[in-house]
């Protein structure tokens, strides 16, 4: 359902994030709150006054569904969606967040889209607000879904699309194909597509280490989906926005899936973040029933000059990954592992069956969410590099115990040179991250406030600036 109303009320999302407003001071009962016309602009940290650029603000937000908030931990039954007023109440407060705040594009995870009441207000007051919205309900009556809401000041919306997981975590995701509604002063030619695509979505709970595989086919099904989507729409250069809690950290298969993709993180970008463990440990998004601590929720921002994988060489790196963790949690070594893999075969190979059963044992074929026969078979002629139908010694170490996704520089093809290959150069529109905050804002120094009561999840908000840059298709000559 779409909701549509227009306004020209506006605030400054720069200035929001450079700000200090704290959350005590939106807590007004009547869910409204005092809104500014300063229009979008950034704020530089250098200088004092206010620059005035073309940005495009994102923000997303797991925002708890009352269905799943507990309100005793000694009496787990006893959830928020029992007491109509604690509900309303919190979720009006969320509301007014987002609404002083005014991303261009707002995507929120845990949206209660099994109440009518809750939905209707979320609606109103953002189509009021000159937004337009989406929701997608998770398959087999979950309760909850996705909310993704954009300006209509801002955008020209061209598609909108639904995927819809079909696994045990019951998950969903929603693609927007959005255009600038505005010029800006680095499009000098005006020829360059200001089109880019945006992806909200809420990855599986990883209750079992097991579940690793289920999240990786998630993601995977999202950028196969992509793909599809920018092959039939032909486009080549577009930028992509993947939003939403990923119930995953940095430290994950799933991320390093994604960095393997030309993803990347637009918080540790404006933070100037690498993807070290020490690094990964500097911020938190979340804190899980288990009461532990973790950054899970990402704006991850992939440029149309971003060198990619072969998207099904990416998947089976991230897979040989997972079983490699999976054998060590088995406090198995390299040569023990490689001995488990082939199984009783006394050569010093393994066997497809013998690699299949391996792969049962660690309980990731043989089970409903595991892999298919078609992929562990694409995983089996990955590994038998030589193609001789058995995977030695040499090809386990390099495909599967030394398998990893590797991040790929982002590189211009008109610097590559080769007799049979030429390169077309197109310009294109990108995005540089501007700034990017968390609040509350203890969870940028690895904490989580006693006091914070909007949801377990931080919000991430992040400033873009459209920028023109030049990608290049590599063309065979016949």
């Given amino acids: 359902m779409v909701a549509v109303a227009d306004s020209s009320a506006d605030s400054d999302i720069g200035g929001q994030l ?36 073309p940005c495009v603000s994102c923000t997303t937000f797991n925002i708890l569904a009352p269905i799943y908030k507990r309100l005793d931990q000694k009496n787990q039954s006893l959830r928020e969606s029992n007491f109509r007023a604690v509900w309303l109440s919190r979720n009006q407060k969320i509301l007014n967040w987002l609404l002083l705040e005014r991303s261009s594009i707002i995507c929120l995870q845990e949206f209660w889209v099994g109440n009518e009441e809750l939905v209707h207000m979320y609606q109103q007051r953002l189509g009021d607000a000159g937004y337009v919205t989406f929701q997608l309900a998770r398959t087999n009556n979950r309760g909850d879904g996705l909310l993704t809401a954009v300006r209509k000041d801002y955008f020209t919306i061209l598609n909108y699309r639904e995927l819809l997981f079909n696994d045990c975590g019951d998950r969903v995701a929603q693609l927007l194909h959005v255009q600038l509604a505005f010029p800006f002063s680095q499009n000098r030619k005006g020829n360059a597509q200001q089109e880019f695509l945006i992806v909200n979505t809420h990855l599986l709970f990883p209750h079992d280490s097991c579940l690793s595989v289920v999240r990786l086919h998630q993601v995977y099904k999202i950028l196969q989906f992509v793909e ?10 577009t930028p992509i926005l993947l939003c939403g809690d990923w119930n995953g950290s940095k430290r994950g298969h799933v991320y390093k899936f994604l960095r393997s993709q030309g993803f990347v993180s637009s918080y540790d970008i404006a933070h100037q973040y690498t993807d070290s463990d020490a690094d990964a440990h500097r911020w938190v998004s979340h804190r899980n029933h288990r009461g532990n601590i973790c950054g899970v929720d990402f704006i991850l921002l992939c440029n149309p000059n971003k060198s990619r994988k072969p998207l099904k060489k990416s998947w089976a790196e991230a897979v040989f990954g997972i079983i490699k963790c999976q054998l060590q949690k088995a406090s198995l070594v ?56 058995v995977v030695e010694y040499e090809e386990f170490k390099r495909r599967i115990w030394n398998s990893e996704c590797a991040e790929l520089r982002e590189e211009n093809c008109s610097e590559r040179t080769g007799d049979s290959e030429h390169d077309i150069v197109e310009e294109a529109i990108g995005f540089n991250v501007k700034n990017a905050v968390l609040f509350p804002r203890e969870a940028e120094k690895g904490m989580w406030p006693e006091n914070y009561s909007l949801s377990d999840h931080a919000r991430l908000t992040v400033v873009f600036s459209p920028v023109r840059m030049q990608c290049s298709q590599r063309v065979t000559r016949l």
Avoid at 229 to 237: C, D, G, I, S, T
Avoid at 354 to 377: D, K, M, W
């Fill in 18 to 53: 450079n700000s200090g407003v704290n959350e005590s001071n939106l807590l007004s009962g009547n869910g409204t709150i005092p809104r500014t016309n300063s229009g979008c602009g950034y704020l530089s940290s250098t200088t004092t006054a206010m620059t005035y650029e």
């Fill in 228 to 237: 599809q989507y920018q092959r039939e729409n032909k486009l080549n250069y």
């Fill in 334 to 389: 390299e040569n023990n592992a490689f001995a488990f893999l082939k199984a009783g075969n006394h050569g010093n190979f393994i066997t497809y069956s013998a690699f299949c059963e391996a792969l049962r044992q660690v309980n990731l074929i043989g089970l409903p969410y595991g892999l298919t026969s078609q992929e562990t078979e694409d995983l089996w002629m990955q590994a038998d590099i030589n193609g001789n139908g």
